[in-house]
Nanobody
Framework: QLQLVESGGGLVQAGGSLRLSCVASGRTFSYYRSGWFRQALGKEREWVATISRGGISTYYTDSVKGRFTISRDSAENTVYLQMNSLEPEDTAVYYC?????????????????WGQGTQVTVSS
């Protein structure tokens, strides 16, 4: 069983930066495709970014392209989400997820393992 724990959320002003971390335990994280999702209050969970097992390929939703970067450190069993130029619209609970499947990168149903989430709040 893979366990995921996120950290790094907090309160930041618009234009600022945060780096989220997702540490995995229980299994080798690099065997899984990993993604970040977010859910704002009263809204559906939204896919943000995904990184392939080897870390070669990355994918982003349009609203964060050029501002967010997903990466992984296999030695540390960790996936990161560097978030720059944050906007109030980025305010949400951010979740780390992992998938052993080869399906859609943006479909939350393709991800079997989830962290507990970390709150990101961007003030205007």
């Amino acid at each position: 069983q893979l366990q995921l724990v996120e950290s790094g959320g907090g309160l930041v002003q618009a234009g600022g930066s945060l780096r989220l971390s997702c540490v995995a335990s229980g299994r080798t994280f690099s065997y899984y495709r990993s993604g970040w999702f977010r859910q704002a209050l009263g809204k559906e969970r939204e896919w943000v970014a995904t990184i392939s097992r080897g870390g070669i390929s990355t994918y982003y939703t349009d609203s964060v392209k050029g501002r967010f970067t997903i990466s992984r450190d296999s030695a540390e069993n960790t996936v990161y989400l560097q978030m720059n130029s944050l906007e109030p619209e980025d305010t949400a609970v951010y979740y780390c997820a992992a998938s052993s499947k080869a399906g859609s990168t943006s479909n939350s149903r393709e991800y079997e393992y989830w962290g507990q989430g970390t709150q990101v709040t961007v003030s205007s």
